[in-house]
């Protein structure tokens, strides 16, 4: 489960949820806070105030119940910008205007989990890359004839660089 797909749960869900967030992080169970519904808002706001200090990440006010959930999603977020981004979906070239000449295709940037803040994008000739070509869009020019293109496409968060992913490939006649 992506930690994104954690803020749309009902609590008892998101109670397991942020346990298992925990231990992927590598807190300990001293550290995680008890998987009971008495007293548990209270409780895990402490424990995500506790979190975000270990995290040099600013504490979040209020302790009450109606800043639970707030604070939990927010807690959430903030977890999957420590952890870099991973592609679920690879990116894709658009060539429905054509592989011609002069023909500018795009690259979309996939679809990641953990929160991107960022993309770069690398064109690819026949598997390697093309020095000047490092935006979302490329123009066919005569060198790309008779090959293969494809856009490498790397996201970034907080949490550092995924691993590059690469769309289809596309051949120009």
Wanted: glycine share 10%; aromatic share 6%.
């Amino acid at each position: 489960m992506a930690i994104n797909d954690i803020i749309d749960l009902d609590f008892g869900s998101r109670v397991s949820a942020l346990r298992a967030v925990g231990a992927a992080l590598g807190l300990s169970g001293a550290q995680l806070p008890a998987q009971t519904m008495a007293n548990s808002q209270r409780n895990y706001l402490k424990w995500i105030n506790s979190f975000r200090a270990a995290k040099s990440l600013p504490l979040l006010p209020g302790l009450d119940y109606s800043g639970f959930v707030p604070a939990l999603d927010k807690l959430l977020a903030d977890a999957a910008a420590l952890n870099p981004p991973v592609n679920t979906t690879l990116p894709h070239i658009d060539s429905a205007g054509g592989v011609a000449l002069g023909n500018v295709l795009s690259c979309t940037n996939g679809i990641w989990d953990n929160a991107p803040t960022s993309y770069t994008w690398q064109w690819r000739r026949g598997g390697v890359n093309i020095a000047s070509a490092i935006t979302a869009n490329h123009t066919i020019v005569a060198l790309d004839q008779g090959t293969s293109l494809t856009c490498q496409v790397t996201a970034t968060n907080g949490g550092g660089a995924g691993a590059p992913a690469v769309s289809n490939s596309v051949a120009i006649p």
